[in-house]
């Protein structure tokens, strides 16, 4: 009897034990899933940003220059464009997330490391070969970048972005009467110019637009000029003021 009892003990202290280390397990999971489930950032708060919630984008590029290679090719790339560099922007994104130069010359690119989410703007510029001044630029907006996924941008547009430089020879100064003084820009466009000082961007200006010019200099004046290229940019406005140089009399007596 005495035997019979203790097994019964002896089963019931198992059993009972086994009930806790059970319900042990199943608290230190629950805590421990609770635990990953929300990563903690620096200063102690919940973050919903990790790893896995981020994206890439690729986009193609199509160049609107002026140069003309072939009549089934309306626009070849600019020489002067030798590297581009794509920007992604949008809510969340401080500061906008920048891919190193990329050769232009591969016509398309890549950025990755980009947190997934809505109305992301995607900007691309055509810069020169050390990278400091945007040539061309192209934007796309509205685009959503889905976690783990490389989103296809589509095809983006590059125009022309730098505006002309016009220059006046001779630059200012003292000249004789009769002096011609030319307006030329560094590409093509149109000169807007006044010679009595006003602005010529002015709706009504007196002169313009021009695409070459020859200004002859009789009497002291002061020139005004800028130039817009054929993609719409405009110039900061000029200015190159003239005297005119006397003469001298000999008189022999």
């Known amino acids: 009897m005495k035997s019979e009892c203790f097994q019964m003990l002896r089963r019931f202290f198992l059993f009972t034990a086994l009930i806790i280390f059970i319900a042990g397990c199943g608290s ?8 990953s ?3 903690v950032s620096d200063n102690g708060s919940a973050s919903s940003t ?3 919630d981020k994206g890439a984008i690729a986009v193609k590029l199509v160049w609107k220059s002026l140069a003309k290679t072939t009549d089934k090719v309306l626009y070849a790339l600019p020489p002067d464009v030798i590297n581009v560099k794509i920007i992604v922007s949008g809510p969340g994104i401080s500061p906008p997330i920048e891919s190193p130069l990329i050769d232009v010359t591969a016509g398309t690119g890549t950025l990755s490391g980009i947190p997934a989410g809505v109305n992301r703007t995607v900007t691309v510029q055509g810069l020169n070969a ?3 001044v945007v040539l061309y630029q ?3 907006s509205n685009i959503t970048i889905n976690a783990g996924q490389t989103t ?18 001779p630059s200012s100064g003292g000249v004789n009467a009769g002096q011609v003084v030319t307006l030329t820009a560094n590409e093509a466009a149109t000169i807007f110019y006044t ?18 010019v020859d200004i002859t200099i009789s009497a002291p004046t002061t020139l005004q000029f800028f ?10 406005v000029k200015s190159a003021t003239y005297t005119i140089n006397l003469g001298s009399l000999t008189v022999t007596f």
């Open 130 to 132: 050390s990278g400091t």
């Open 227 to 236: 130039a817009v290229d054929t993609a719409g940019n405009k110039e900061t």
């Open 28 to 35: 230190g999971g629950s805590g421990n899933s609770g635990g």
């Open 37 to 39: 489930s929300s990563p």
């Open 195 to 212: 010679t009595n000082g006003s602005d010529p961007s002015t709706p009504g200006s007196p002169s313009g637009p021009h695409t070459g």
């Open 50 to 52: 990790t790893s896995i």
């Open 152 to 169: 296809d941008a589509g095809i983006i547009t590059m125009v022309d972005v730098l505006p002309p430089v016009t220059t006046a020879t």
């Open 138 to 140: 192209g934007t796309k």
